[in-house]
């Protein structure tokens, strides 16, 4: 199956900075690109995805952006918040779903 | 149903038992998943179903672990003669198509004496 790695494991950033999440995928062939959050004690949830015929997508915050050449995807959160502190999974599917490893994102107020 | 509901919340065995968990998908939701997280960590694909397919199992740790899926709804996972090191949250995500959203249950937390 896919292999998806991500870094780093934890993030530590002040309120108001920005924060980077970087995932890298084994199979050329995956094609849809999805980002959850999970808070502490609770399920994950979807924040924002992206398909392969894509490079980038926004929603106010949040940004992803897709390069498919040298298979990594990233996760950017602009003007980061207090509530963005959680743990944020990256995961590459072609058929099943397949997760990074996680990253702890503490933002200090 | 409104969301993936999952059964028990909470279980706590002997060692060498059996345990069953169930998980209740979304209502015609194809796609099912089985996920492992340990205490801190990540989430560790174990099974997935798809459709009348069969199933991937690609991810399942050893023969004591196997889950089926009835009807393309409800899924159950049975761990065997379970050992401590099975203490974990296994959760279950269901999704309507292959790659989309998928809508994870609350789990199943699985402590073994």
């Known amino acids: 199956g896919e292999n998806v790695e991500q870094h780093p494991s934890t993030l530590s950033v002040q309120e108001g900075d920005s924060a980077v999440i970087k995932c890298t995928y084994s199979d050329s062939a995956s094609n849809y690109f999805p980002w959850y959050k999970q808070e502490l004690g609770k399920r994950p949830q979807l924040i924002i995805d992206i398909r392969s015929n894509v490079g980038e997508k926004k929603d106010q915050r949040i940004a992803v952006t897709l390069n498919k050449t040298a298979k990594h995807f990233s996760l950017h959160i602009t003007e980061t918040q207090p509530e963005d502190s959680a743990v944020y999974f990256c995961a590459a599917s072609i058929d099943d779903m397949r997760f990074g490893a996680g990253t702890r994102l503490t933002v200090k107020p | ?113």
């Open chain 2, 1 to 113: 149903g409104a969301g993936v509901s999952q059964s028990p919340s909470n279980k706590v065995t002997e060692k060498g038992k059996d345990v069953e968990l169930r998980c209740d998908p979304i209502s015609g939701h194809t796609a099912l998943y089985w996920y492992r997280q340990s205490l801190g960590q990540g989430l560790e694909f174990l099974i997935y179903f798809q459709g009348n397919s069969a199933p991937d199992k690609s991810g399942l740790p050893s023969d004591r672990f196997s889950a089926e899926r009835t009807g393309g709804s409800v899924s159950t996972l049975t761990i065997q003669r379970t050992q401590q090191e099975d203490s974990a949250v296994y959760l279950c995500a269901s999704s309507f198509t292959k790659t989309g959203e998928l809508f994870f249950g609350e789990g199943s937390r699985l402590t073994v004496l």
